[in-house]
């Protein structure tokens, strides 16, 4: 069961939520694409807007747009904390998160630390590849996400890693490489080493619209070829109620 009080989570959602509007308003804008992604495409699916004890909202966008969204940081509105390692040296992770100057989340491996990076409730970002079909990328691809894990800092995907950001960030460029703008996969990019899924080019593309929280959004082409790459189980079910769980240890508004 969540740890958080369900008025409050909700209140946190909605937060995210108007984030989540303003990364789409700058995204049209600018033609960037972008895509929900994990549990809040499955949410989009399952509920129509947050698993109701989701504390984060997931995000993709091709390799070329998240750059380019780099660039375009100071478009976000005094609301909105737009964190990398460069515009915030604590902080330990490889991806973009926007975290919100309304409210603070403590996730359950930042407990009892004196923690010096922003600690907002957040969106993530994550960069994705196209790479070629075959056997040999795809264990290459899997090989390279097993050593990153073992290289990360500690997180909800990776409760033993250590933090090495220069052999990390060396794995990275190694699937970097493997890059072709029409490849007929899309891959994560390692920046958050979680499930090695890849997903069909001309099922991720082209996007559409998707209703979360009753507004639309941009989704994979065909959700549940998507989700069914992540997820091992039958996602369409709600897990048992003890099995429902934030990722926060407290949420502050």
Request: hydrophobic share 35%.
């Amino acid at each position: 069961m969540s740890k958080i009080d369900s008025k409050i989570l909700r209140e946190a959602q909605l937060i995210m939520l108007d984030m989540l509007i303003e990364l789409d308003r700058i995204c049209k804008k600018h033609n960037l694409k972008y895509w929900l992604d994990s549990g809040t495409l499955l949410g989009a699916i399952r509920h129509k807007g947050f698993i109701p004890w989701d504390d984060d909202i997931d995000i993709s966008m091709p390799v070329e747009d998240y750059n380019r969204l780099i660039e375009l940081k100071d478009e976000f509105s005094e609301q909105v904390f737009f964190q990398t390692t460069q515009t915030d040296s604590a902080f330990p992770f490889d991806y973009i998160k926007l975290r919100s100057n309304r409210a603070k989340i403590v996730e359950f491996h930042e407990k009892d630390r004196d923690i010096e990076y922003h600690q907002g409730v957040f969106v993530d970002i994550f960069p994705m590849l196209t790479i070629p079909d075959g056997e040999f990328y795809y264990d290459f691809y899997r090989d390279i996400f097993s050593l990153i894990r073992l290289v990360s800092p500690i997180s909800l995907h990776t409760p033993n890693g250590k933090n090495m950001p220069e052999v990390r960030h060396k794995l990275q460029q190694a699937l970097k490489k493997m890059h072709q703008k029409n490849g007929k996969k899309v891959i994560y990019g390692g920046e958050m080493p979680d499930v090695p899924a890849w997903f069909d080019r001309d099922k991720v593309f082209p996007l559409k619209e998707i209703e979360f929280e009753g507004l639309k959004f941009l989704a994979p082409n065909n959700p549940h070829h998507y989700l069914s790459s992540i997820y091992s189980f039958n996602y369409m079910e709600l897990p048992p109620e003890d099995k429902r769980a934030t990722h926060a240890e407290g949420i502050y508004i």
